[in-house]
């Protein structure tokens, strides 16, 4: 079994939709928990970053941990065709942890917005 | 500006060839990743190492070796013993300690073998 597991769609929506996104894991030592976004042929660039449990607002972003259930959303308001792309989940864990210092990333979902 | 450079953006290997990949971040980061990316397979840890002259394998380090003389450079090498490189390579940096999470990425190297 993965630590970190990613429904990797595809996922298709129209454009204005609210998409969902998710991961789960099976890591407790997981503290650090971070949503990216990779366009096609590009290095991926961090959209979201969250400690512990919570939620956490960005524009259109919002980042929900719960850590008691081991489960990450990143949910996306008012999806733009610019939106698709594929969104990566990572986590590491806390200072001195064994996991400290290392990402783990789930598979990605590939997300498309159509006009 | 700063940033993560990777170099060259596409390679091309023959079979049974050593070859090595270019990793230089000016972002004074600590630690430092390389990741393999496959289609349908998200990213996979090949190397990272946390400070000069260290570093620990991932999940996939067999047939890749690496280095880490200087804090700005982390150089990939795709030996001969690895039976399938062909893939999308990422090098990534963050800071280490008290509020660290935040990685930052190259923009990929696509290696081929011929």
Redesign the interface.
């Known amino acids: 079994q993965k630590e970190v597991e990613?429904d990797?769609g595809p996922l298709s929506v129209p454009e204005g939709a609210i998409v969902s996104l998710n991961c789960t894991y099976s890591n407790s030592a997981f503290q650090?928990f971070?949503w990216?976004r990779q366009y096609s042929?590009?290095?991926?660039?961090?959209l979201m970053?969250t400690?512990s449990s919570g939620n956490k607002e960005d524009g259109r972003f919002t980042a929900q941990v719960d850590k008691s259930s081991k489960y990450i959303s990143l949910f996306i308001r008012d999806s733009q065709p610019s939106d698709s792309a594929t969104y990566?989940c990572?986590m590491?864990a806390r200072?001195g942890g064994t996991s400290y210092?290392?990402?783990?990333?789930?598979?990605?979902t590939i997300l498309t917005v159509h006009p | 500006d700063g940033g993560?450079t990777?170099s060259p953006k596409y390679l091309f290997r023959k079979e049974g060839q050593n070859v090595t990949l270019s990793c230089e971040q000016n972002l004074n980061h600590d630690?430092m990743?390389w990741?393999r990316q496959d289609p349908?397979?998200?990213?996979?840890?090949i190397y990272?190492s946390?400070i000069v002259n260290d570093f620990?394998k991932?999940d996939i380090a067999e047939g890749y070796s690496v280095s880490r003389e200087k804090k700005e450079s982390f150089p990939l090498t795709v030996t001969s013993a690895q039976k399938n490189p062909t893939a999308?390579y990422?090098c990534?940096s963050?800071i280490?300690?008290?509020g660290?999470?935040?990685?930052?990425?190259?923009?990929?190297t696509?290696l081929t073998v011929v």
Do not use: V
Request: charged letters at 10%.
């Open positions: 990613q990797p650090y971070m990216y042929r590009k290095g991926p660039e961090l970053y400690y990566l990572a590491s200072a210092g290392k990402l783990t990333f789930g598979q990605g | 993560i990777q630690a990743y990741y349908g397979q998200g990213l996979r840890l990272y946390q620990q991932g999308f990422l990534a963050s280490m300690g008290t660290w999470g935040e990685a930052f990425f190259g923009q990929g696509r």
